[in-house]
């Protein structure tokens, strides 16, 4: 077998696991709780602390592969990854749980950051590298639908540590390949490592973070959550003085001049922020609202999986035929629209509510992966395919982490503010009661919860609580579709084609011998 096909395989793999390790664990949520007596905040930490990390480090990760070899850096992370792996399953309380986590984030960020360029090397521009970016975005697709079944089926049968030691033979057989299989290459002009902006954004990231997961419980006026704010607020400055003025920033702020990079990384936000991001409070739904089991949930993914994986080989086909800014806009607006078919959640209603929106919306997400990964490598010269992998990555990863702080926040604030409405009169409309039932209902913990409410009002607060949770959930399902809608709107205006690369073959004098650009 040639060797592009050997690289496609070993960066699918890859791929496959570190996105396996994002959705397979939503469903674990619930039984990590029971185990380790997590609290919701511990539970979105396990979620953020893997996507932080990876967004915090995949740009530096890039340029060291860029500057040390890009196999060398992508075996480096395969074996953090790995052994981080191997931590998070023996982790015996939250707190080690998520600096393994963290970890893995770091494995993963070295992997990402070169998995495109990996690709881009061995695969021409045009309908060959179009093939390949439809197996890859099938492979993303497969692993964001399938890892609730997996991670369902792993936690039932064997818990859900079995789901972190998964990734060991997985990670050893990955390790293998690429060393009896795949080239080095690395970025001839490549200099140094701008670790002034690694610390400055890294740090303006966890602050961010950080404040909008203790926001509702500290008070959004408290000095903490401003001080968090502003310090993030003051690094980011910092983050983009420093990138303007060194001679090798992380981030060239020059690409953005470039109308398509800025879209594909609007794009690439969009959708992970939205359906990416809240995977995590539909799980919550589907286990501690409707009382599913983790594999019962998992099942329920599967209309997701389906239509991520028909749609993925596709726009994979239509690359070279449809023009990018349309397949990216369009599988915005398709996961905008199943974000919206899945808001309407009451009381009564049974899962088969989501199904229409799980459709449109995995169709969506399989149209545009592989169209964001192919374009993200194709407006930036060759030779800084590693840093725009890089940073099409971080932008993908920021996503993640801020998208589900985000909705937390609203998702808390808003179910709370329904229960002291539904409640108002009684102790629990007051304080932080309504936040805690609604958390409590979020992490299934109700029962626990209601056992301090007075018993003649327990009825009223536990549907307070579950109304609350609903109000919560439908409020964060509609501001992510109208995410997807404003992704959508802006890939279309800023994309253009004649700024992403094409095969063309150039007629030079003697026309045996072709130049292709």
């Known amino acids: 077998m040639e060797r592009k096909w050997w ?22 949520l619930p039984s990590i709780r029971d185990d380790l007596g997590a609290s919701f905040e511990d539970l979105q930490w396990v979620i953020d602390a893997y996507a932080l990390t990876l967004a915090a480090l995949v740009l530096t990760a890039g340029s060291l592969a860029d500057r040390l070899g890009r196999r060398r850096i992508f075996v480096a992370g395969l074996a953090i990854f790995t052994g981080a792996s191997l ?21 993963g960020a070295a992997m990402f950051a070169v998995s495109l360029a990996l690709i881009a090397q061995e695969f021409a521009p045009g309908r060959e590298r179009g093939t390949a970016m439809g197996a890859y975005g099938a492979t993303i697709g497969v692993a964001v639908a399938i890892g609730p079944l997996l991670g369902g089926a792993l936690t039932d049968s064997l818990g859900w540590e079995a789901i972190f030691y998964l990734n060991v033979p997985i990670g050893l057989a990955a390790i293998a390949i690429t060393y009896a299989k795949l080239r080095e290459s690395r970025d001839p002009h490549a200099t140094r490592v701008d670790w002034a902006g690694t610390a400055t954004f890294s740090a303006s990231l966890v602050l961010l973070v950080l404040a909008l997961v203790r926001g509702n419980a500290e008070g959004w006026g408290s000095g903490l959550i401003v001080s968090l704010l502003v310090g993030a607020a003051v690094l980011f400055g910092a983050f983009v003085a420093i990138e303007r003025r060194v001679a090798e920033p992380m981030l060239p702020l020059g690409l953005f001049r470039r109308a398509s990079f800025t879209g594909v990384q609007i794009a690439a936000f969009a959708i992970s922020g939205s359906m990416f991001a809240l995977f995590l409070y539909l799980t919550l739904y589907l286990q501690s609202y409707l009382g599913l089991s983790p594999f019962q949930a998992g099942l329920r993914y599967l209309p997701i999986t389906v239509a991520s994986f028909v749609a993925a080989p596709i726009a994979g086909a239509l690359l070279s035929r449809v023009p990018a800014r349309l397949l990216m806009s369009t599988g915005l607006g398709m996961a905008g629209v199943g974000l919206l078919l899945m808001s309407g959640v009451a009381v009564d209603s049974e899962w088969t509510t989501l199904l229409g929106g799980f459709i449109v919306a995995g169709a969506g997400v399989g149209l545009i992966n592989p169209v964001i990964g192919d374009v993200a490598i194709s407006v930036v010269p060759k030779e800084q395919s590693g840093m725009a992998a890089g940073i099409n990555d971080t932008f993908r990863q920021v996503g993640v982490a801020v998208g589900i702080a985000v909705w937390g926040a609203i998702f808390v604030g808003r179910g709370a503010d329904r229960v002291r409405e539904l409640l108002a009169g009684t102790p629990s409309a007051t304080g932080e009661r309504p936040r805690q039932l609604v958390e409590a209902a979020s992490s299934g913990n109700l029962d626990q919860a209601l056992a301090t409410v007075p018993a003649g009002s327990r009825g009223a607060a536990g549907d307070a609580a579950r109304e609350g949770f609903l109000a919560g959930l439908n409020d964060v399902l509609t501001l992510g579709a109208l995410l997807c809608f404003a992704g959508a709107a802006l890939t279309l205006w800023l994309v253009r084609e004649r700024e992403i690369e094409r095969d063309a073959v150039v007629e030079v004098e003697d026309p045996a011998t072709p130049v292709v650009a």
Not at 15 to 26: A, E, G, P, R, S
Not at 91 to 100: E, F, G, H, S, Y
């Open 7 to 28: 690289t496609l395989i070993a960066v699918s793999v890859a791929t496959f696991m570190l996105l396996l390790d994002i959705t397979v664990v939503n469903v674990a």
């Open 87 to 107: 931590c998070c399953a023996l982790a015996p309380d939250p707190t080690v749980l998520n600096v393994a986590r963290a970890l893995q984030g770091v494995g």
